[in-house]
């Protein structure tokens, strides 16, 4: 039996108004200028279109392929501002890997048991051998053109996902809307559907704000006091316990140190890659200390996956003709707990007719000045 909770929550509704207010006060009526250029064709011969949105504060690219997110021009204590998303090399790169700094769905994360039950009928996915479904399976919303209408200082893209969709039911039409509000840069996440389903959307930008090689010198703090343990594939086991030693960061940790600990729950990681379920709006804050750059998570989302970027060797490069090792960036996907369709107990990802999905994440840049120095 699948619990439905009503979505948008009051809480959630609650929170977006709360962040409209703070946006305000940010400087949300500052000038603000929007560019669309074409930027490249896909191995499939469609032309990929670039939207640049920039105020005083940030410059902002956005694919209409993917939704990829590009550039994040954010500045330092300085002045000085720099792409603080890491990029691929090109389009042929970014077709290879379907999550890199994209939108991620119909369902972020994985979903076990080959598929799930809802309303008493089956609906098997396609997945892995394994039967896990992962990031909602092949050729995902990431990897697919949307399209594309500009708006106030922003940029909305349009996806239709077609009924049995990589088994998922229902026609969901998604929008996302990318919108700068001073030094904010907003993504609000909007699908309906004509048949109930399940979705879970978030956005897997890899961050780095510096301009080191990796995130190891960066201090993140995530707003949590417990987590999702996993099995063997790596899907979340229904358990909800409290977060210790490494993965406490509730008062912040280097990154390094963390993901190149020797605890049990990072190591079989191989750094970290772990669903904190969020005690506050204000998810989590990620700081460089050399540059002063400080990037601040608040979502709508009752979880937020920290993906410290384990899998990068250097066979990667990015724009810049530089290589992607272990730990180049740092994903912050704020999310709906991963396998929630088969688990009752975890917070409902159900979607129905007249119940849309709505979900708001936003990342606020700001910087912080040098420590005083000791004589």
């Avoid at 948008?8 to 703070?22: K, T, Y």
């Avoid at 090109?90 to 369902?107: A, H, K, M, N």
């Avoid at 917070?347 to 709505?358: A, E, F, I, K, Y």
Wanted: with cysteine; proline share 7%.
């Amino acid at each position: 039996m699948t619990r439905t909770i009503s979505r948008p929550s009051i809480a959630n509704r609650l929170f977006a108004a709360v962040l409209c207010g703070m946006a305000v006060t940010a400087g949300a009526e500052e000038a603000c200028t929007m560019q669309a250029r074409p930027f490249g064709i896909l191995s499939s011969g469609e032309q990929v279109k670039a939207y640049t949105l920039r105020n005083s504060q940030l410059g902002v690219t956005v694919l209409d392929y993917g939704g990829i997110l590009y550039a994040i021009d954010a500045p330092d204590r300085h002045g000085v501002s720099r792409n603080v998303v890491r990029t691929l090399e090109g389009l042929p790169q970014y077709e290879s890997y379907p999550s890199f700094s994209r939108i991620v769905g119909r369902y972020a994360g994985r979903i076990d048991n080959g598929g799930f039950t809802l309303d008493g009928k089956r609906h098997t996915l396609v997945a892995r051998p394994d039967g896990v479904s992962v990031h909602g399976g092949p050729h995902g919303f990431g990897m697919r053109m949307w399209k594309a209408k500009p708006v106030a200082c922003g940029v909305e893209l349009f996806l239709t996902s077609p009924d049995g969709d990589n088994g998922f039911p229902g026609e969901l039409r998604v929008v996302a809307r990318f919108r700068l509000e001073g030094g904010d840069l907003r993504i609000d996440y909007t699908a309906t559907t004509d048949r109930p389903t399940v979705a879970n959307l978030t956005h897997h930008a890899f961050f780095n704000l510096s301009d080191a090689p990796t995130i190891h010198g960066h201090t993140l703090t995530v707003h949590a006091g417990r987590w999702l343990p996993t099995d063997a594939k790596r899907v979340p086991t229904g358990e909800i316990v409290p977060v210790r030693g490494a993965l406490d960061l509730r008062l912040g940790r280097e990154v390094g140190t963390v993901a190149n600990s020797d605890d049990d729950d990072v190591k079989a990681n191989k750094g970290l890659d772990h669903t904190f379920v969020l005690d506050t709006r204000h998810a989590a804050t990620l700081a460089d200390p050399a540059s002063g750059r400080v990037l601040e998570v608040f979502t709508t989302e009752p979880g937020l996956v920290v993906f410290s970027g384990n899998g990068f060797n250097g066979s990667l490069r990015d724009a810049e003709g530089r290589p992607l090792v272990k730990g180049a960036g740092l994903a912050l996907e704020t999310q709906h707990y991963p396998n929630s369709p088969n688990l009752p107990a975890f917070p409902s990802t159900v979607v129905r007719p007249g119940s849309p999905l709505r979900s708001t994440t936003v990342f606020r840049f700001r910087t912080e000045p040098a420590p005083p120095t000791v004589r």
